[in-house]
């Protein structure tokens, strides 16, 4: 099966430069030779390590050609899947931050103790390693659970390439066109329990207050199986360094208490009008 969403036109196979990951100190280029293709300096890429950079290094030969086209898709395909969905999902969970403030302080008061003791922003930030944020299993846990009541993608569809049985022994045909929804499935009873439409970050966590994942056939706002977000531990790593230092420094409050927002048809799953919140300095020193 094929996912139903456009993938933008990643239609070039994968071009991998043969021993990817070699540092190569050579620095003469040329003009492109090839439409679509050019010379690059490699000895300018090599020395930096960020997503860019290692894009064009994966799609640039020995030779020094990069494949412009199957760089354009991969960029296309982060901005796209990487960036909506993110964005999306921290709105939610700033709304639920707003409507449960009990959950605000102890994200609060975890991110402080994982951080560094510091009343500057930068610092705290920096303080913000791997291991800090493995630590972090409460604001995991919220970030999941808004997830689960508003995952970015509310439905998503796949299409048979040819005639198959599903696990469940249904079958479907090539052409047919089967839906999942995240959504529905983040609010049912029969997988979630009777408080399945509550906001609730302890469902998550053991008795040691460790998180516990679910499966992602269950807990469906990522996918599963073969086509899993492939973003999702960056995702997690990006809402955890956002959510942490903003909590740490700022308490949020809706401007309208009361106000319930509604979320919008699209792709993704938007705030219908925006959130209109104020934040208020923490006072730290
Ligand atoms: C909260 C954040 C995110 C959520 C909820 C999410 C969710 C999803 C879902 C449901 C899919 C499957 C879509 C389909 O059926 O076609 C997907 C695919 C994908 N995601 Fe994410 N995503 C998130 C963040 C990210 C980020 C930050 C990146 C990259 C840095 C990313 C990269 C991708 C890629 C490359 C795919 C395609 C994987 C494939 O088809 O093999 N995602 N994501």
Redesign the pocket.
Known sequence: MR?G?C?GSSTSAPRRRSGAGSRSSTSSCTSASVPGRRRYRTATLVSKDDLLSRFIQATTSDAGEVDYKHLRDMIL??VM??KD??AG?LAWFLYMMCKHPEVQEKISEEAADAGEATSSIDDFSRSLTEEALNKMHYLHAALTET?RLY???PL?N?ECFSDDILPNGFSVGKGDIVFYA?YAMGRMERLWGEDAIVFRPERWLNERGEFLPESPFKFT???AGP??????E??YR??KIFAAVLLRFFVLALCDKDESVNYRTMITLYIDQGLHLTATARGIV
């Open positions: 996912s969403r993938r395909n982060i899947a990487g969905p993110t999902a997830l995952p970015s993608l998503d796949k995240p706002a990522f996918q086509r899993i977000c492939l973003g999702k960056f995702a990006q809402m």
